[in-house]
């Protein structure tokens, strides 16, 4: 959708990426002279609802795992002789 491209551009950046201002996405649907009330107004929730997705997607990959809640690693059994090498039984 070109109009939440050009919107991307008017994201607050602070502590974190916001989600696109109201007024940005309200003065777009007015330049677009083309379009009635109504056809702004469905452009506007469409927005809303895509940059919505968006937030939600990019706040989850921000969030922090809680302490104790990483990702175990996989267990790689041992190569064979490795217990040999380091002074164990075969």
Do not use: N
């Not at 302490?67 to 996989?74: C, H, N, V």
Request: charged share 30%; net charge positive; with cysteine.
């Amino acid at each position: 959708m070109e109009a939440w491209d050009d919107l991307s551009t008017c994201r607050p950046i602070g502590m974190a990426v916001g989600r696109i201002p109201w007024t940005a996405i309200d003065t777009w649907t007015q330049r677009q002279r083309d379009l009635d009330d109504d056809a702004r107004a469905i452009i506007a929730r469409a927005i809303r609802y895509v940059d919505d997705i968006e937030f939600a997607e990019r706040t989850k990959k921000q969030t922090p795992k809680p302490p104790g809640a990483s990702t175990p690693r996989p267990r790689v059994p041992a190569a064979r002789g490795a217990r040999a090498a380091h002074g164990g039984s075969p």
